[in-house]
T-cell receptor
Framework: EPEVTQTPSHQVTQMGQEVILRCVPI?????FYWYRQILGQKVEFLVS????????KSEIFDDQFSVERPDGSNFTLKIRSTKLEDSAMYFC??????????FGQGTRLTVV | TQLLEQSPQFLSIQEGENLTVYCNSS?????LQWYRQEPGEGPVLLVT?????EVKKLKRLTFQFGDARKDSSLHITAAQPGDTGLYLC??????????FGTGTRLKVLA
């Protein structure tokens, strides 16, 4: 069964460093998303991406964040200068339409 | 803010009992999804409801979308320990943005 895959599963980084989280969405999906979940809290929307551009972003998704689809398969989230409060699980998701998004297993980002 | 409130927040029941989880909002959604999430993993899609009043069944789970498409419920019949997990509703409004609810943490005791 097709699935969304994310790498790495766990990333530890120093505060102020740049990180890139990688995702391979399901191949025939057109919409791509990044969400994050701070430990014990709700799943928060960061950004949606369609037709090679951002279609919507949340207040969390400030200038420190960027997304890219560098080729036909990968979808990346870059955090330019990480802060302690960026520590969270980051989930990539993809969907074909509004019938539901399929999530990856997540990347646990720890900023120290 | 398109807030989706779930109730109850926590639920601990005995195996074999029935339960209902609610997902409420003041906003109208074009569709609504239910997910289940295990610790350390991503949410797994259970069902999507699209039409107001729609009812869908998945084995012992029954999902209903409110007539006005602002709320939904998940009913589990004869709960089993394997049903333990975090249940999340998520609504789609306008563009393809899934807004997640606050979650219901279910524990089914053997």
């Amino acid at each position: 069964e097709p699935e969304v895959t994310q790498t790495p599963s766990h990333q530890v980084t120093q505060m102020g460093q740049e990180v890139i989280l990688r995702c391979v969405p399901i191949s025939n999906h057109l919409y791509f998303y990044w969400y994050r979940q701070i430990l014990g809290q709700k799943v928060e929307f960061l950004v949606s991406f369609y037709n090679n551009e951002i279609s919507e972003k949340s207040e969390i998704f400030d200038d420190q964040f960027s997304v890219e689809r560098p080729d036909g398969s990968n979808f990346t989230l870059k955090i330019r200068s990480t802060k302690l409060e960026d520590s969270a699980m980051y989930f990539c998701a993809s969907s074909r339409d509004r019938e539901g998004a399929f999530f990856g297993q997540g990347t646990r980002l720890t900023v120290v | 803010t398109q807030l989706l409130e779930q109730s109850p927040q926590f639920l601990s029941i005995q195996e074999g009992e029935n339960l209902t989880v609610y997902c409420n909002s003041s906003s109208v959604f074009s569709s609504l999804q239910w997910y289940r999430q295990e610790p350390g993993e991503g949410p797994v899609l259970l069902v999507t409801v699209v039409t107001g009043g729609e009812v869908k069944k998945l084995k012992r789970l029954t999902f209903q979308f409110g007539d006005a498409r602002k709320d939904s419920s998940l009913h589990i019949t004869a709960a089993q320990p394997g049903d333990t997990g975090l249940y999340l509703c998520a609504g789609v409004r306008g563009t393809y943005k899934y807004i997640f609810g606050t979650g219901t943490r279910l524990k089914v005791l053997a």
